[in-house]
């Protein structure tokens, strides 16, 4: 296999959405083709900044430094305080930004978050590229650049754009992919019990390995199709979509190859399926063949996240209006809302809420809602 120096880069940011491990090499490619240092893939809550972990993905970053944000300059961080969460992620959008667009650099240096926690990790400038959101949470890939370097400037923004969709659909089927996996265990189990539509195919297209869930779709009529040991499409204008995606996907000029993304409306849904395609070295999955590979993820929009009452109680012990609170604030609702909806006082909620934090080991909604987004099959790192 070549050194990870000698991989072209869409193909390490596609690998890394089935090897989470090479978010590290990746950001560290970035960083050098952006004049940056190092970087890390953050999810943190606009409630509070919390959510740093030692086990995020990190390149050229002190270990120790992510507790001491959590500790104290999550409360104090100028990129990431919102006065309003609600209104703040109505408005999100996936961008590339500076730590200018948050904050004038002149004030910012001026900050305890800059001279006690930037400036010791030789930290003056961030470029903030962002991936993901969901609820109050939102995943970020940060590279940093030290003051010797200046700030991040248009042509940086330009040379990470150019790589921007395909890092958030990295991302986004990395989640999808990392809801059951095992790393002590062979890739084919965790793409059979994943709940996504999951299919494996040869750089030339030829189908190699379905799921359950994508079989099943596949069974549907006038949606996915399985024929002659291809993938297809039922209407002729999303065949020739889905074959043009698979394409691009099973290039051989490395140049080229690329991922995509298409909405496959079906006759018995409201919404469209999800499909997403992406170019996979066929080493990552550890299935098959050596060389190229094709993933093939399709999401039922209409299913959502499934996270029933009775599993929270026997994962975590919780009473079941302890689960009822507690699936309240995974949708979103705050405690003084979740009060309402079950017509309690405030201070029951809270009490409930205590207790849910303990039995949970979390101390904040932030960390309850990544525990349970994990429990529901959504990784966010």
């Known amino acids: 296999m ?3 120096s000698n991989i072209n880069f869409l193909d390490l940011v596609y690998d890394s959405a089935v090897d989470p ?3 590290i090499p990746l950001m560290e490619r970035l960083a050098d083709m952006t004049g940056g240092a190092g970087g890390w893939l953050s999810q943190l809550s606009t409630e509070d900044g919390s959510g740093c972990d030692a086990d995020d993905p990190m390149s050229r970053v002190d270990p120790s430094w992510p507790r001491r944000y959590n500790e104290h300059f999550a409360q104090c961080n100028p990129l990431h305080q919102v006065g309003d969460p609600r209104e703040y992620m109505r408005r999100w959008s996936p961008c590339i930004l500076t730590d200018e667009d948050f904050i004038d650099k002149d004030e910012l240096v001026r900050t305890e978050f800059y001279n006690d926690f930037w400036r010791p990790q030789d930290i003056h400038a961030a470029l903030v590229v962002r991936l993901a959101a969901r609820g109050a949470e939102t995943a970020t890939l940060n590279i940093s650049r030290p003051q010797r370097r200046g700030q991040f400037d248009g042509r940086d923004i330009e040379v990470v754009r150019r790589y921007h969709p395909h ?5 986004d089927l990395g989640r999808r992919v990392a809801e059951t996996r095992d790393f002590a265990g062979d890739l084919t ?3 059979d019990r994943s709940p996504h539509g999951l299919f494996v195919l040869a750089d030339t297209g030829r189908l ?3 799921n359950r869930a994508g079989a099943a779709l596949a069974d549907e009529d006038g949606g996915l199709s399985i024929g002659g040991g291809r993938l297809g499409a039922s209407r002729p204008q999303d065949a020739r979509r889905l074959q043009a995606l698979i394409a691009a996907a099973g290039t051989a000029d490395g140049e080229h190859r690329s991922g995509g993304s298409m909405a496959l409306a079906t006759p018995c849904r409201r919404r469209p399926l999800s499909v997403t395609v992406a170019p996979i070295r066929a080493g990552r999955l550890g299935l098959f063949r050596s060389g190229h590979s094709i993933l093939v993820c399709v999401t039922d929009l209409e299913a959502g996240v499934s996270l029933p009452e009775h599993r929270l109680r026997d994962l975590f012990g919780l009473t079941p209006a302890e689960a009822r ?4 604030l995974f949708e979103g609702l705050t ?3 979740a009060a309402a909806r079950f017509g309690l006082s405030p201070h029951t909620i809270n009490a409930q809420l205590a207790q849910i934090f303990e039995k949970t080991g979390t101390r904040r909604q932030s960390e309850l809602a990544r525990l349970m987004m994990r429990a ?3 990784d966010l790192g």
């Open 376 to 378: 529901a099959g959504v």
């Open 167 to 171: 890092l958030i659909r990295a991302y």
């Open 208 to 210: 190699l390995h379905v």
């Open 21 to 23: 491990t090479l978010w």
């Open 325 to 328: 609170v507690a699936l309240a």
């Open 189 to 191: 189990g965790v793409l």
């Open 335 to 337: 405690p003084r809302e």
């Open 2 to 4: 070549p050194g990870r």
